[in-house]
């Protein structure tokens, strides 16, 4: 009997791909299956926790159990009351994944990785690595690291600005399988540019900044209008923010700003601050095409865009308003002084590979799941935090005030 992958053409695996590894017994899981999306897969936590002592430690080909467990680096963080683990900010902890690489997979020698945090973690100012065993690099495997590791994953969490709640079964990272190494799938070329950005004067792979006001809030009711979220200053006593979805979400208001222009239509990023801004590019993905996002200098000067991301096929097309294309979203801390940042900077750069198979089509509740995610986003927090309130302006002085009610 052969494997899965003997038909596939090299690329990024879509849903039935990733559907098959599951099948087959290549990926296994201790819990809930786990969710698939158009071109990866949901990681989820398990409850086996551990505290950093000494800061993150860096993935080598040694077995990683041996860091977390036998040399005084990490203590082991017993299971607490409720199963809800609270995580504080500028601290590191790691945790086992429910989720494991299976030897037939991890001796193909034709499967590689790359993982990301999740959207909704990442608009949290909070770092989430994959780590897997006997890769010497976070974020990523290929078949030399898979053949020396046991196939075990773990996550490293560093919230950031925010104290943080987990629990067992959350799943804040996710992981893109490629058949194939991921470089001989990339695509480069003007008219793929033409496809993917629905602005005629488009042409290169970059992202820049949008300081141009956005509508937030229900533009039905009293919106306010703002280029960027800004965080409110780090404090350590304030409520931590859980990180999984809850019928009755969290107040924005008490963890963010919303930020204006200076009078020279710059934005100030103040140092060890946290904003969230947009592209002014709108990206229109189709079926046959995955995206990775990524700063096109990590460090920018004085400033640091913390957060590479996935994009995803369908991603732009579904839209609540019926609009072409969708912006992406910037994560950006201030490091030590400030930095003057103009409309139309270059923040990022985009890689896009082909899809091993193009993404199944998407059922008409699918569909509708598309337009009410980030899909149909502009300037959006986390879906974490409620949706901002409509009875906040923002004066002529840049304070938001309350609306007469």
């Known amino acids: 009997m052969g494997f899965p992958w003997d038909d596939w ?12 590894l599951l099948e087959g017994g290549y990926v296994t899981y201790s819990g809930s299956v786990p969710k698939l999306g158009h071109s990866s897969l949901d990681l989820s936590l398990a409850d086996d926790a551990f505290e950093m ?31 809800v683990y609270e995580l504080k900010r500028q601290r590191t902890y790691v945790f086992r ?17 790359q993982a990301t945090a999740k959207s909704s973690v990442g608009r949290v100012d909070v770092l989430a690595r994959l780590i897997v065993d006997g890769m010497k ?15 075990g994953m773990f996550l490293e969490i560093t919230p950031i600005t925010f104290n943080v709640k987990v629990k067992a079964n959350t799943s804040l990272t996710q992981l893109r399988f490629f058949y194939g190494n991921p470089e001989d799938a ?9 496809t993917i950005f629905r602005d005629c004067e488009h042409r290169d792979e970059s992202l ?24 409110k200053a780090p404090n350590d006593k304030g409520t931590p923010v859980s990180l999984w979805k809850q019928t009755e979400r969290t107040d924005p208001c008490a963890y963010w700003d919303i930020e204006v222009t200076d009078k020279l239509r710059r934005l100030i990023i103040k140092p060890d601050i946290f904003y969230i801004l947009r592209s002014k590019e709108k990206l229109y993905v189709p079926k046959g095409i995955a995206i990775y996002c990524r700063a096109s200098d990590e460090t920018m000067g004085e400033m640091r865009i913390h957060y590479a991301g ?39 750069n985009l890689i896009f590979y082909r899809m091993s198979e193009d993404a199944p089509p998407l059922s008409k509740e699918e569909e509708e799941d598309e337009a009410k995610g980030y899909g149909s986003q502009d300037l959006k927090l986390s879906n974490f935090f409620g949706d901002w309130p409509t009875h906040l302006r923002r004066g002529s002085d840049g304070d938001v005030k309350a609306e007469e009610v």
């Open 9 to 20: 053409v090299p690329g990024a695996l879509n849903k039935l791909q990733m559907g098959k």
């Open 53 to 83: 002592l000494e800061g993150s430690v860096k993935p080598s080909q040694s077995p990683y159990d041996w860091f977390i467990m036998n040399n005084g680096l990490a203590k082991k963080l017993p299971q607490p009351a409720g199963g």
């Open 97 to 113: 994944l429910q989720e494991k690489l299976e030897v037939d997979l991890r001796n193909a020698g034709v499967i590689y990785g």
């Open 137 to 151: 690099t976070y974020e990523s495997f290929d078949p030399i690291g898979l053949k020396r590791g046991s196939g």
């Open 186 to 194: 990339i695509i480069n070329s003007k008219e793929l540019f033409n």
């Open 208 to 231: 820049t900044v949008n300081l141009s006001e956005a509508t937030i809030g229900d533009p039905g009711g009293t919106p306010c209008y703002g280029v960027a979220f800004r965080s």
């Open 310 to 348: 996935f994009v995803h096929p369908y991603f732009g097309l579904y839209r609540e308003d019926k609009k072409q294309g969708t912006p992406l979203i910037f994560e950006v801390r201030g490091h030590q002084v400030p930095v003057s940042l103009a409309d139309g900077e270059k923040m990022a």
